[in-house]
């Protein structure tokens, strides 16, 4: 029994030390990764703080609201939420193929969750009352312009470790202090 549970853990830990050297080669080697973040769902703390934040927005709400997360992933952030709020909408923008079937299966039955197929940058960001995200920092300040092009005033930005350059901040959530992954931030267009 123990010999099978000692296999166990091994053949785990040689799964996730392959997921993370594959993971170090696509960000050194691949152009596309070095620009755009892989999959990494948001967790622990930060992911608590983001979720809370937009709670609260959507409970305050007098009018159905639009949450988007561009690069939701597998759904970390929005499925929860779309559960607990089935008047307001929620868009989840991802283009990993295999991500977006995992999210695609996740949601079926929610109605009020759509999720796109496609790269950020072409989808419109009009209706958008809250934008959630977990990206990368070449990614923030095309981003933050697209943001502003295109968002109407009033917007509410939550970001995830990555801070977004000439919007507005509105206040800093001190997560961890030391970790890589650290504080969400919010703010307002
Ligand atoms: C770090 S994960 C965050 C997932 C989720 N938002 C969360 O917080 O759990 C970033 C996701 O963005 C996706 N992504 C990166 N660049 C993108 C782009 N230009 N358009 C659409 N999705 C993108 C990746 O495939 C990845 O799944």
């Given at each position: 029994?123990?010999?099978?549970?000692?296999?166990?853990?091994?053949?785990?830990?040689?799964?996730?030390?392959?997921?993370?050297?594959?993971?170090?080669?696509?960000?050194?080697?691949?152009e596309?990764?070095?620009?755009?973040?892989?999959?990494?769902?948001s967790?622990?703390?930060?992911?608590?703080?983001?979720?809370?934040i937009?709670?609260?927005?959507?409970?305050?709400a007098?009018?159905?609201?639009?949450?988007?997360?561009?690069?939701?992933?597998i759904?970390?952030?929005?499925?929860?939420?779309?559960?607990?709020?089935?008047?307001?909408?929620?868009?989840?923008?991802?283009?990993?193929?295999?991500?977006?079937?995992?999210?695609?299966?996740?949601?079926?039955?929610?109605?009020?969750?759509?999720?796109?197929?496609?790269?950020?940058?072409?989808v419109?960001?009009?209706?958008?009352?809250?934008?959630?995200?977990?990206?990368?920092?070449?990614?923030?300040?095309?981003?933050?312009?697209?943001?502003?092009?295109?968002?109407?005033?009033?917007?509410?930005?939550?970001?995830?470790?990555?801070?977004?350059?000439?919007?507005?901040?509105?206040?800093?959530?001190?997560?961890?202090?030391?970790?890589?992954?650290?504080?969400?931030?919010?703010?307002?267009?």
């Amino acid at each position: 029994m123990l010999f099978w549970i000692f296999i166990g853990v091994q053949t785990v830990l040689f799964v996730i030390m392959v997921k993370i050297m594959v993971l170090m080669s696509l960000a050194i080697f691949s152009e596309k990764h070095r620009r755009y973040p892989p999959f990494a769902p948001s967790f622990g703390k930060e992911k608590a703080v983001m979720q809370s934040i937009v709670r609260d927005i959507l409970e305050k709400a007098d009018r159905p609201m639009t949450v988007i997360d561009p690069g939701c992933g597998i759904g970390t952030l929005l499925v929860k939420l779309a559960r607990q709020f089935p008047r307001h909408n929620f868009v989840g923008i991802e283009w990993g193929f295999w991500v977006f079937a995992a999210l695609r299966l996740r949601s079926w039955r929610l109605k009020n969750l759509r999720v796109v197929r496609n790269n950020m940058f072409d989808v419109d960001f009009k209706d958008a009352d809250v934008i959630m995200c977990f990206l990368m920092t070449p990614l923030m300040a095309p981003l933050a312009d697209k943001i502003l092009q295109e968002c109407k005033k009033g917007v509410i930005v939550v970001s995830n470790t990555y801070t977004l350059p000439k919007l507005k901040l509105e206040e800093t959530f001190k997560t961890r202090k030391k970790l890589f992954i650290q504080n969400v931030y919010m703010y307002k267009v």
